[in-house]
C-alpha cells in the first residue's frame, strides 16, 4: 500500500512523476536506451536540461528578467560556500533562523565578516525575529525562507537595498512571492522539487564578477552559465525527474494553484493542532511554516500509542528532527489534502482515547 509520506526530505513526488521517471530509466523517449545510460551531451537530453531551466525560471515568473537557471551539484550544503565564494568580498548579513542558517554563516565566515543581523537561537529558533536592523555597505543578504527544522517561514521580506540570496530549499514553487526581490535563490531538489542529487540555482547575472579572488571552477557560477549547466556531467536524473514535477506544478495551474492546496493543508492540521488538548504547536503562531509543521504531544506518556496509530494508518516520516524532539509532519507540494485529513483523523482519534 501506498504511504502517506510526512518526511522532511527526501520528499513525496507526485504519482504521475515516478511513473514517468521510471519509464525513463527502462526507455528514454523511445530511444531503446536508458535515461541514466545516454550521453548527456545528446539532444535529447539537452533538451530535458534546457526544458528544466526555463520551466524554473516561468513557474518564478523571472523570464527575461536577467536570471540565469542552473542545476548544480553539491546540495544546498555546497550553496552555503558557493554563495560566499561567489559575493563576499568584505562583509555580509545572516539572518539566523534555525539550523540550516547556523550552518550557511560558519561557511561565509571563511571567506569574510559575517553579522547575525537577527537570530532566534534564544528559544531553539521557534520564531523569526522582526525589527531588525539592516546595516549599509554589505556584499549580501542572506535568508533562509523556511525553518525545515523548526517549522517556521518567513512570511515578510525585509526592505533592503542590498544583494538578496535566500535558501528556499524546502518552499521553493509552493507560495506566490515577487521572485525578483531575490539576487539568488537556491533549493536542494528533495524537498520540494525532485530526488536528491541536484540543486536549483536561480541567479541574476550582474550581481557576479565583483570579488577580487580567484575562484576554482566547478564553484564559480559564471563558469556554470556558461556551460548552461553542463560544465561537468549532471545528475541527469535528478534533473529529468525535477522536469517531470515542474511541469507537473505547471499542468495543474503553477504556484498559485498549488498555494491554494498548500494553505488548505496548513488549516487543516494547524486547526487541528491548535483545538486537540493532546498536542501542542512547537512555532510561534505568526511564524508558522505551510510545509513543516512541528508539534508535540502535551503528555509524553501517550507517544507509543500515537506512534502505534499513525505507523497503522500508513503514515511515514512523522519523528521530529533530533533538534526539536517530537513530530513534523512536512506538506511538501505533492502531499495530498487527503493524507493530511488521514493524519488528521489519528489525531483526533488520540483525543478521544485520552
Ligand atoms: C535540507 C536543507 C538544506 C541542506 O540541503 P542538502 O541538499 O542536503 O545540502 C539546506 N537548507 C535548507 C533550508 C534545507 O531544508
Known amino acids: 500500500m501506498k504511504k502517506h509520506n510526512f518526511s522532511a526530505g527526501p520528499c513525496v513526488l507526485p504519482q504521475e ?5 521510471s519509464e525513463a530509466i527502462m526507455d528514454f523517449n523511445g530511444s531503446g536506451l536508458s535515461l541514466i545510460e545516454v550521453s548527456h551531451r545528446g539532444k535529447d537530453f539537452v ?5 528544466a531551466r526555463s520551466l524554473a525560471l516561468e513557474l518564478l515568473g523571472l ?12 546540495g544546498a550544503s555546497l550553496e552555503f560556500l558557493m554563495v560566499a565564494y561567489n559575493l ?5 548579513g545572516y539572518l539566523n533562523t534555525g539550523a540550516w542558517s547556523d550552518k550557511a554563516i560558519k561557511e561565509a565566515r571563511l571567506f569574510g565578516e559575517v553579522i547575525e543581523v537577527g537570530s532566534s537561537k534564544d ?17 549580501y543578504l542572506h535568508l533562509t525562507s523556511n525553518n525545515t527544522i523548526f517549522g517556521t517561514q518567513l512570511k515578510k521580506f525585509p526592505k533592503h537595498d542590498t544583494v538578496l540570496v535566500c535558501d528556499m530549499s524546502s518552499d521553493i514553487f509552493s507560495r506566490q512571492l515577487d521572485f525578483s526581490q531575490f539576487d539568488l535563490i537556491y533549493a536542494g531538489a528533495q524537498k520540494n ?28 557560477y559564471k563558469v556554470h552559465i ?13 534533473v529529468y525527474t525535477s522536469m517531470l514535477t515542474m511541469e507537473w506544478l505547471k499542468e495543474i495551474g503553477g504556484i498559485p494553484a498549488i498555494e491554494e492546496i498548500n494553505e488548505k493543508k496548513a488549516r487543516l492540521l494547524y486547526s487541528e493542532i491548535d483545538l486537540n488538548p493532546v498536542f501542542d504547536g512547537f512555532a510561534n503562531k505568526d511564524d508558522r511554516s505551510n510545509m513543516n509543521a512541528t508539534f508535540n504531544l502535551t503528555d509524553e506518556k501517550l507517544k507509543d500509542t500515537f506512534d502505534a496509530m499513525w505507523k497503522e494508518a500508513g503514515i511515514n516520516g512523522l519523528n521530529g ?18 493524507s493530511v485529513g488521514v493524519l488528521v483523523d489519528v489525531m483526533s482519534e488520540m483525543e478521544r482515547k485520552g
Open 88 to 92: 563576499l568580498e568584505t562583509q555580509a
Open 123 to 139: 528559544e531553539n529558533f521557534n520564531y523569526i525575529p522582526k525589527g531588525y536592523n539592516i546595516p549599509k555597505g554589505l556584499d
Open 47 to 51: 533538451e530535458v536540461m534546457e526544458k
Open 17 to 21: 512523476v515516478f511513473l514517468k521517471a
Open 226 to 238: 556558461n556551460k548552461d549547466s553542463m560544465f561537468n556531467t549532471p545528475s541527469v536524473f535528478a
Open 193 to 220: 522539487m525532485g530526488p536528491a542529487g541536484t540543486t536549483l540555482v536561480v541567479i541574476k547575472e550582474d550581481i557576479l564578477g565583483k570579488v577580487s579572488r580567484k575562484i576554482p571552477s566547478m564553484l564559480d
Open 63 to 74: 523570464e527575461g528578467k536577467g536570471y540565469k537557471a542552473l542545476f548544480l551539484q553539491g
Open 321 to 338: 528532527h533530533r533538534s526539536v524532539g517530537g513530530y513534523r509532519a512536512s506538506m511538501y507540494n505533492a502531499l495530498s489534502l487527503e
